[in-house]
């Protein structure tokens, strides 16, 4: 799971993907260019995982995230940001709430709402574009010869580009699953699913306000939308231990750092859950689709898994939580074998049995 963080200059997005990944950006030349990094998935119950098998070896799921190139005029003039956005399966779009003098902004003026529509309008004209060459190419090779497969593509493409012309972003479009493998190969940004960050002072860290002007053009566009402050996440970072952070977090009445609250929602838009495997050798989160099967989330451990699988020892982390051991969900008939059809749910904890 890829996420890039793109936004106009002085956001914050440099300062989020130095706090999430720990990578210190110290030449400026590097961030003209893709900037990758990963972070781990939090998740409480995998730690309570850890502290109850004590595994020799832990491992947590981890989000690659990617720094993106400032959007402004010269990298959007030049498209190299929409070809590295293309190639993200989630954007994470940082936009300034905070005023400060000492930081320019690029249009004069602090305003969220506008940043927020100027970049959606720039992501919305790029697929377009993209539409609209493909039309007329398609329409100069169905001319030349009569072809089912591409007619099929031009009149999608058609339905695509009138879409498109209603300024709603592709991920609202229904599509079969013919039509998605047509265009799977495509640069369509708007299908690619997108949080935003507000960037916002200390002090507006517990206004409501915010965020819920952001509300209608973010239901009505399937966007994801945080609230989150770089600069006091930055002193978050710096604290040493645990309980200093969680105290800092506390006084400020923040419930989930940046890194909590980004990850949850990628894993919301992008419909991913979580499992676990567990044992005294290895503790490990993994990520499958909603709606996977045994046989696919064994798949994610290691290929071998799903091709010669049997069954599937499940038993969910909360049982395990509320008993206290194996033993116990044994006894009290909680421990379940399951064949090819069980469908994975989020906190299930899986011991694949399998014949290659």
Request: aromatic share 6%; hydrophobic share 40%.
């Amino acid at each position: 799971m890829k996420v890039g963080i793109i936004g106009l200059p002085q956001a914050g997005k440099k300062t989020l993907f130095q706090i999430l990944t720990g990578n210190e950006i110290t030449d400026p030349a590097k961030a003209a260019k893709p900037v990758p990094g990963a972070a781990d998935i939090l998740d409480s119950r995998f730690n309570a995982l850890v502290d109850m098998y004590a595994p020799k070896k832990q491992v947590q799921a981890r989000l690659d995230l990617v720094l993106l190139p400032k959007l402004e005029a010269e990298t959007i003039s030049k498209g190299d940001i929409f070809k590295d956005i293309a190639d993200m399966d989630a954007i994470c779009h940082v936009i300034r709430a905070f005023e400060d003098d000492a930081v320019y902004h690029v249009s004069g003026s602090v305003n969220p709402f506008r940043d927020f529509e100027g970049v959606n309008a720039e992501l919305l004209m790029h697929d377009q574009i993209f539409a609209e060459k493909r039309i007329q190419r398609l329409e100069e090779e169905v001319k030349k010869i009569k072809d089912e497969t591409r007619q099929k593509e031009l009149e999608l493409m058609v339905r695509i580009k009138d879409h498109l012309e209603q300024e709603t972003p592709l991920r609202l479009m229904a599509l079969t699953g013919d039509e998605e493998k047509m265009i799977r190969s495509y640069p369509f940004i708007t299908r690619k699913k997108m949080v935003i960050a507000v960037n916002v002072a200390e002090e507006d860290l517990g206004s409501r306000d915010l965020l819920a002007g952001f509300k209608d053009s973010c239901d009505s566009q399937a966007i994801e939308a945080m609230m989150m402050s770089a600069k006091v996440e930055a002193e978050i970072a710096l604290l040493d231990t645990k309980e200093e952070k969680q105290e800092f977090l506390e006084d400020l009445g923040i419930a989930e750092t940046a890194l909590e609250k980004l990850t949850r929602l990628c894993l919301q838009s992008l419909n991913l859950i979580s499992f676990f495997t567990v044992g005294k050798d290895e503790v490990r989160q993994w990520l499958v689709r909603q709606g996977s099967t045994a046989p696919k989330a064994a798949g994610v451990i290691h290929s071998d898994l799903e091709r010669g699988f049997i069954r599937a020892e499940v038993f969910s982390y909360e049982d395990l939580m509320a008993l206290g051991s194996e033993a116990a969900l044994k006894k009290s008939g909680r421990f379940y074998v399951e064949g090819k059809d069980y469908i994975v749910r989020d906190g299930d904890i899986l011991n694949i049995r399998f014949s290659v």
